[in-house]
């Protein structure tokens, strides 16, 4: 006879603004069972987790503990249930020490802390987990996996009957892993129902009793794992069809605008070299922690590299500052539009002048409005932003039109190589294809293009060739013809050795 259900997800759906983040999705934990979440970066498996832990709540749907209606309106309300998440970087305060970190959530203002008892109970839930550790060390001393290990034994404190545990490996080493999966094992044995979310597909079949995928906010398979295999698990993350998005038009490759040799950033990282020649869109894929943002954020000078070498159009350079990354013709729109890309209070015109102000400024240090509208209501009319006026203020725009200012913001630099950062997050498919045509509009126009994105469909609709990462590291460069959802996917989570294309 099967166990009643820990905690049940029945017909959950979450809208934000335009997009379906969850579609009618249901998800079952039991009691003493590894229930691994799988899906690409934008799936909905964080929203899913957000709703289980009353961060976020859904639009449609119910949600069952021990098999009783329930909701849950905040994450306190989320503890006292007994439902606990940790994540790849463990939520710790540095400057308490380990006992108190796992009582935090324990204390009322005012109470008087027994401190002999706080330790002593401490070390009993370390014991439970088999750990040793000294509970009155300082927890900024600590290790990634030893973070990890504190918030567990919290959760422990707290009577968790559910754990959420969200890519907990990706910083981890192969020991630290093993170390982590036997306090996994351990839970299990002692009933707690585990979320498990990772994108190494080894480890995922070695932890997890079952395995639940979801793809574009739906849930499209759940079994067994002993009845997945890597293949089936892969085919359904990606099972889409590509004619759903704009297709990139074939462009004359120009000469070699940059080249990048053996850059990394210590710790972050490491040997990343790859080719872009004018003309030319070069989409990064990867997952969760592949460092495809810290390598862009290291060509526009925000993070410059430690070790390496950027050859821009024949030349050696080191870009150490934005400043300077953009007096090369580099330019970098962020995947935070919202809290990096713009300055949401301040109108169009003001966000597109933005990062070449000094050129709207007359002889008197004032702001040339005439000039700074003129050209504002240039790209209105090129990059076709939907708002009645050029000084409607950022945050009254739509998402879509939101990132046509930040390309617009940049466009303005008049660069030579566009970096772009998850382009088309958070936006309606309509948007989407508008991003798409500007896209292939500037590659047309000669302009190289470094295209990050977590959607994989939209990179190879839009790439002319594909570059892989996993954790840090590059794991082979795909020509177009090369490119498949299954090779790229196989690629960003390590399964095999991928071949190195030549660029």
């Known amino acids: 006879m099967q166990k009643q259900p820990t905690l049940e997800m029945r017909g959950i759906s979450k809208s934000f603004d335009a997009t379906q983040a969850l579609e009618d999705v249901s998800l079952t934990l039991f009691p003493g069972e590894v ?9 909905g498996k964080s929203t899913l987790i957000k709703i289980m832990t009353g961060i976020h709540q859904p639009d449609h749907g119910e949600i069952l503990l021990d098999g009783r209606p329930i909701k849950i309106n905040n994450t306190a309300q989320a503890q006292e249930l007994g439902i606990a998440a940790i994540y790849q970087e463990p939520l710790v305060f540095p400057d308490l020490n380990v006992a108190e970190n796992i009582f935090i959530s324990h204390q009322k203002r005012g109470a008087v802390v027994n401190w002999r008892r706080m330790y002593r109970e401490a070390e009993t839930f370390l014991e439970k987990l088999g750990v040793q550790m000294d509970v009155r060390s300082q927890a900024r001393g600590l290790t990634l996996a030893e973070q990890q290990t504190v918030e ?17 490996t990706a910083s981890l080493s192969a020991h630290e892993v093993a170390r982590l999966f036997k ?68 462009t004359e490759r ?82 935070d539009r919202r809290g990096q890309g713009l300055v949401m209070p301040m ?49 009254k725009l739509s998402g879509g039109n939101q990132q046509k200012v930040v390309v617009a913001k940049w466009l303005n630099t008049k660069p030579r190589l566009l970096i772009l950062d998850e382009p088309t997050r958070g936006i309606d498919v309509g948007a989407k294809a508008e991003i798409h045509h500007i896209i292939n509009e500037l590659a047309k126009q000669g302009m190289a293009i470094l295209m990050i994105s977590s959607d994989l469909p939209e990179v190879l609709a839009m790439s002319d060739r594909v570059l892989v990462m996993r954790e840090g590291l590059p794991m082979g460069i795909f020509s177009r013809a090369e490119a498949t959802q299954e090779r790229v996917m196989t690629a960003a989570m390590g399964r095999t050795e991928t071949e190195q294309v030549t660029p």
């Open 254 to 335: 120009g000469k070699l605008l940059l080249s990048v040799k053996n850059l990394s950033y210590e710790g972050v990282f490491a040997n990343v070299s790859f080719d872009l020649y004018a003309g030319e869109v070069l989409g990064m894929a990867g997952l969760v922690g592949a460092g495809r943002t810290d390598v862009a954020l290291a060509l526009f000078g925000i993070n410059p590299a430690t070790s390496g070498e950027i050859i821009y159009d024949g030349k050696p350079v080191s870009i150490q500052s934005p400043h300077q990354a953009t007096q090369l013709g580099i330019a970098y729109v962020t995947e």
């Open 183 to 250: 306090i996994v094992r351990t839970l299990r044995e002692q009933g707690v129902a585990v979320l498990f979310i990772s994108h190494r597909m080894d480890e995922v079949f070695e932890i997890s009793d079952r395995i639940t995928i979801f793809r574009d906010g739906k849930r499209i398979s759940s079994n067994p794992a002993k009845e997945v295999t890597t293949d089936s698990a892969i085919r359904d993350m990606v099972g889409r069809e590509i004619t759903n998005f704009f297709d990139k038009e074939p």
């Open 347 to 395: 109108s169009i015109a003001t966000n597109i002048s933005l990062p070449i102000l000094h050129r709207y400024l007359t002889r008197l240090g004032l702001i040339d409005s005439k000039a700074e509208n003129v050209t504002a209501e240039e790209y209105r009319k090129q990059l076709s932003i939907r708002a009645p006026s050029i000084q409607l203020q950022a945050n």
């Open 152 to 168: 567990i034994a919290k959760a422990i404190s707290l009577n968790v009957r559910v754990l959420i545990m969200d890519e907990p």
């Open 35 to 43: 229930h691994t979440l799988l899906g690409e970066n934008g799936a």
